[in-house]
Nanobody
């Protein structure tokens, strides 16, 4: 079982970016999939998640609507849509699957917001 993130890169302030989390070895839609991010020198923090009931979970500090999550069951992939990006959104973004209490992390994808 694994998840692989992709889609990171350099984006200008105010821009948008969509990250992908491709799952393999399990059915993503049957499990809680969460996006986290980590800024160098800081703890990894949860951003948003989507559960098996297709409910979106927003975590503290990320309730303003700039970050949304969706999934494509046919592709077994979960997406993180990020809008109105700010320089402080620069971080490594990780996907994590919670499979009946077992956590499966990806290796992350770097997002840099800079002009």
């Amino acid at each position: 079982m694994q998840v692989v993130e992709s889609g990171g890169g350099l984006v200008q302030p105010g821009g948008s970016l969509m990250l992908s989390c491709a799952a393999s070895g399990f059915i993503a839609s049957d499990n809680l999939i969460q996006w986290f991010r980590q800024v160098p020198g800081k703890e990894r923090e949860p951003v948003v998640g989507i559960d098996s009931m297709n409910s979106m979970l927003h975590y503290k500090g990320f309730t303003g609507g700039r970050f949304t999550v969706s999934r494509d069951n046919a592709k077994n992939t979960v997406y993180l849509q990020m809008n109105r990006l700010k320089p402080e959104d620069t971080a490594v973004y990780y996907c994590r699957a919670n499979i009946r209490g077992r956590y499966v992390w990806g290796n992350g994808t770097l997002v840099t917001v800079s002009s």
